[in-house]
């Protein structure tokens, strides 16, 4: 009986603890340095791809940050270990767990498939705050009228077509009329939220630059259009989370 630890196969992805932003903010604010986003370069034009290995593209993106360096002039003197603070605290914002699980969840990074053309039928799947990761397979009856779900431990649920799928996984799936078809085999994995966002951290590549007061940050992945989206989406989640502190960081100065 009981469902094997969350990190193994079929476990369960857990609820997550305590309020994952609040714990940055405190984890943050020891570097005493104040926040100002400047401006955000993205999905308009500051994202780009460039060829670099056979089936890898590289997506860039570049925001705009004030540091304490700004603050204080010192641009053209030696840089002093707050300015390496500022730096080294930029990074580990980026690559925290309160900007890329969202990230993750967003873009529903949690979900791979190994069928071709199942992305229409699977684009409706989203999972909620717990549910089971492992491997599954969706099996449509030949007069396309059933279903049964299953995983290597035998048959889960089955119903009829047009019905919401993976309750018992803790997953929402309703496939969009028409997206399964008679007779059609499609299997899909879930994986936990964390590692997959411990993966796109190790993945991300940044690059703080502060004479000129902004942070360069690139990605690479085998498909051009989800990397851009995922990077954006990163991007997007590091400002609004820095927009968190600074506001954190504002009011303790009050």
């Known amino acids: 009986g009981g469902y094997p630890s969350p990190m193994d196969e079929g476990g369960y992805e857990p609820p997550e603890k305590g309020n994952v932003i609040l714990r940055t903010i405190a984890a943050t604010l020891r570097f005493k340095w104040m926040i100002l986003i400047l401006g955000f370069g993205g999905a308009a034009g500051g994202i780009y791809f460039a060829r670099a290995l056979p089936d890898q593209y590289v997506a860039e993106a ?61 684009s409706t799947l989203t999972v909620g705050e717990t549910f089971r990761t492992g491997a599954y397979t969706l099996t449509v009856s030949p007069e396309g009228t059933r279903y049964q779900l299953s995983a290597r431990e035998g048959l889960l649920e089955e119903g009829a077509v047009g019905d919401s799928i993976g309750a018992s996984l803790g997953v929402n799936w309703l496939p969009p009329e028409g997206t399964l078809q008679a007779g059609e085999v499609i299997t899909f994995s879930l994986s936990g939220v964390r590692n997959i966002a411990q993966g796109l951290a190790d993945r991300i590549q940044p690059s703080v630059v502060l004479d000129v007061d902004f942070m360069k940050i690139s990605l690479t992945g085998p498909d051009a259009e989800k990397t ?26 009050s």
């Not at 968190?244 to 504002?250: I, P």
């Open 62 to 122: 570049t925001v705009f940050i004030e540091t304490t360096k700004a603050q204080q002039n010192t641009s053209l003197q030696p840089i002093k270990s707050p300015d390496l603070l500022d730096s080294f605290a930029w990074v580990e914002l980026l690559e925290s767990f309160a900007v890329l699980e969202p990230v993750v969840r967003q873009e529903r990074l949690y979900l791979s498939t190994q069928t071709i053309g199942a992305e229409d039928a699977l």
């Open 228 to 253: 851009a989206k995922t990077l954006n989406a990163v991007a997007e989640q590091f400002v609004e989370v820095a927009g968190v502190l600074k506001s954190a960081k504002l009011g303790q100065l």
